[in-house]
């Protein structure tokens, strides 16, 4: 019958034991974990704003190309228009000059375009090989904490090396 009803020196005790280590936690465990756990939340907000001034930036670069374009058909029209009035010659020269204009136009813009999409792309592989580094060298110094694994390893990428002269 004592396991069921225990003692009131032992329930204080435990109830003593009990307040004592939550004070402790509450003191000082819990103020590190929350700071902890904020500095965690910053972080993905930093990285979630990061992804979307990326996207905002591809947006832009499609608009700007959107608006290259419409000017360059702009332009255009107005070439050809031109050459609508002057008579057969100048009407074929003119039409010449502004097929090469045009063309230019384009081009110019498809290369504005194309520059535009590759800084993106490249802004965007460097974040992301920023990332994929800081990943494998915690994954690496994990994985490579003993000695053991570091020896396995290098015997790995000698033989490797071996193989391969």
């Given at each position: 019958m004592e396991l069921f009803t225990p003692d009131f020196g032992l329930v204080f005790w435990m109830f003593v034991a009990f307040a004592v280590l939550f004070f402790i936690l509450w003191k000082f465990a819990w103020p590190a974990i929350m700071n902890m756990v904020d500095k965690r939340a910053e972080l993905i907000?930093?990285?979630?704003?990061?992804?979307?001034?990326?996207?905002?930036?591809?947006?832009?670069?499609?608009?700007?190309?959107?608006?290259?374009?419409?000017?360059?058909?702009?332009?255009?029209?107005?070439?050809?228009?031109?050459?609508?009035?002057?008579?057969?010659?100048?009407?074929?020269?003119?039409?010449?000059?502004?097929?090469?204009?045009?063309?230019?136009?384009?081009?110019?813009?498809?290369?504005q375009i194309e520059q535009a999409r590759k800084e993106a792309e490249q802004n965007i592989r460097d974040e992301v090989s920023a990332f994929a580094l800081s990943i494998a060298q915690k994954v690496v110094r994990k994985q490579l904490g003993d000695s053991k694994a570091?020896?396995?390893?290098?015997?790995?990428?000698?033989?490797?090396?071996?193989?391969?002269?």
């Amino acid at each position: 019958m004592e396991l069921f009803t225990p003692d009131f020196g032992l329930v204080f005790w435990m109830f003593v034991a009990f307040a004592v280590l939550f004070f402790i936690l509450w003191k000082f465990a819990w103020p590190a974990i929350m700071n902890m756990v904020d500095k965690r939340a910053e972080l993905i907000d930093k990285g979630v704003e990061y992804a979307q001034n990326a996207k905002e930036q591809l947006d832009n670069a499609q608009l700007q190309a959107d608006n290259l374009m419409a000017d360059a058909r702009r332009q255009q029209a107005e070439i050809l228009r031109e050459a609508d009035r002057l008579k057969s010659q100048i009407i074929e020269e003119a039409k010449a000059d502004a097929r090469k204009a045009a063309a230019k136009e384009l081009d110019q813009a498809k290369l504005q375009i194309e520059q535009a999409r590759k800084e993106a792309e490249q802004n965007i592989r460097d974040e992301v090989s920023a990332f994929a580094l800081s990943i494998a060298q915690k994954v690496v110094r994990k994985q490579l904490g003993d000695s053991k694994a570091q020896t396995e390893l290098v015997d790995t990428l000698l033989d490797e090396i071996e193989t391969k002269n």
